[in-house]
């Protein structure tokens, strides 16, 4: 099936420094992604939507300037988050779509998720 | 606004028994999709199974099946033969257009 890559699996950074999470999509071209976090023993909460060639389109409540999203090509989008504190912490997922696979363009592929840890 | 409700935080099931996930959701749509994911521990998600809002047939995944009621927006996960690498949390989702709106979760344990 379609794989979707996440990198990096884990980090730990300081406060107030930034980190940056990318997700890329290794054997189909994905125009549209979308980034989630995962609280511990959670449910996926959906942040925000990454558009290729075109600004994110973020959840309400999910502040853009801290959650800075590019998507730049068709298989790479990217999540910094600026000037992180330890309420950042969290796990961060990514997915995208095939346009081209799956009845009816339905089924979305997960990357393997960031832990990120601010100390 | 579109939810979907997982009312079983934990459930247990011994070993080669059945188990169903429930899940309900709330939408004025007609035409979406319903996925149950499953996130192991390593936290990949997985797709378990899919269903067309359109479809009256309940889907089948090998051990895995749906009971879907649409008018009732019902749409509930059964697990044949229950094995011990079913362990995992398991998500119902909802998809209109572009987004998936999960549930809170339910834990499965399986008991050997």
């Known amino acids: 099936g379609a794989v979707v890559s996440q990198h990096p699996s884990w980090v730990i950074c300081k406060s107030g420094t930034s980190v940056k999470i990318e997700c890329r999509s290794l054997d189909f071209q994905a125009t549209t992604m979308f980034w989630y976090r995962q609280f511990p023993k959670q449910s996926l909460m959906l942040m925000a939507t990454s558009n290729e060639g075109s600004k994110a389109t973020y959840e309400q409540g999910v502040e853009k300037d801290k959650f800075l999203i590019n998507h730049a090509s068709l298989t790479l989008s990217t999540l910094t988050v600026t000037s992180a504190h330890p309420e950042d912490s969290s796990f961060y997922i990514c997915?995208?779509?095939?346009?081209?696979?799956?009845?009816?363009?339905?089924?979305?592929?997960f990357g393997q998720g960031t832990r990120l840890t601010v100390v | 606004a579109q939810t979907v409700t997982q009312s079983q935080p934990e459930m247990s099931v011994q070993e080669a028994e059945t188990v169903t996930l429930s899940c309900t959701y709330d939408t004025s749509e007609s035409d979406y999709y319903l996925f149950w994911y499953k996130q192991p521990p390593s936290r990949q998600m997985i797709l378990v199974i899919r269903q067309e809002a359109y479809k009256q047939q309940n889907a089948t995944e090998n051990r895995f099946s749906v009971n879907f009621q649409k008018a009732a927006k019902s749409f509930s996960l059964k697990i044949s033969d229950s094995q011990l690498g079913d362990a995992a949390m398991y998500f119902c989702?909802?998809?209109?257009?572009?987004?998936?709106?999960f549930g809170k979760g339910t834990r499965l344990h399986i008991l050997p």
């Open positions: 989702a909802y998809r209109r257009g572009d987004k998936i709106i």
């Open positions: 997915s995208a779509r095939d346009p081209h696979r799956g009845p009816m363009n339905t089924e979305a592929f």
